[in-house]
């Protein structure tokens, strides 16, 4: 161990087209002292396409040993090594591994920084077609049919536009999943193959998407969806507001974030909520 630990560098790299690559992605291949790849075998084709030899270890970082080497990488970093981190595609730590690593050096005030590159979140958002002023991120849902549900159910009132990302072999349980919970005429977009040679960008209700699906889609996937309507406070009833709450609460918030959270979203003072919730606790009590 050194006094002046190294530096983590999360490096972007192509979702598609490999002329995407950022000029800085060679440089830090070819002068890091360690590179950890999801895939070794696909960064070989990566340094090859750009012309770059790695002078460094190369060693392979994916979601099977992602626990087991990320103390091996932190000590080569404590140890004062600049080690780059890639994945298959985009940037690490978004649905790819890189978490971990991360969280580990910023435990151990180690330096970290990052080479961007393309994103298939950005990227497929701006070609929706749909609002982009806000967002949110939802990464895979569940293979699991119920779980999968439960996850829908739990956005269902998102105002936000939501991105996905989904398995081929699963988009059309997963659009008809959508229109079920969000409702078949809620927009979306399938975004496939985004900067290949057979791009494509399918919009349109979520029924519809959903039978277009079940033909049969290949590629990378990613799939943008409206958000919620705006609705009156009116419409929503104390039973309403009390179910966002616990919602809110399954999902790991505070009784008090919650209850401020649906209170914007309800467009209602928290006192309204708060309310309802105590009532509801007094009823089910007695």
Known sequence: MTDTPGTLVLAGTPIGDISDAPPRLAEELAGADLVAAEDTRRLRRLTQALGVTPKGRVVSYFEGNETARTPELVEALLGGARVLLVTDAGMPSVSDPGYRLVAAAVERDIRVTAVPGPSAVLTALALSGLPVDRFCFEGFLPRKAGERLSRLREVADERRTLVYFEAPHRLD??????????????????????????????????????????????????????????????????????????????????????????????????????????????????
């Open 173 to 286: 349980d997963t659009l008809a999943a959508m229109a079920e919970v969000f409702g078949g005429e809620r927009r979306a977009a399938v975004c496939r193959e985004l900067t290949k040679t057979y791009e494509e960008v399918r919009r349109g209700p979520l029924a519809e998407l959903a039978e277009w699906a079940a033909e049969g889609v290949r590629g990378e996937i990613t799939v943008v969806v409206e958000g919620a309507p705006e609705r009156e406070a009116a419409e929503l009833s104390a039973e309403e507001l009390v179910r966002r709450v616990r919602v809110r609460e399954e999902a790991g918030e505070r009784r008090k974030e919650a209850i401020a959270a649906v209170a914007v979203e309800a467009g209602v003072p928290k006192r309204v909520v708060f309310d309802a919730v105590v009532a509801d606790k007094r009823s089910a009590a007695g």
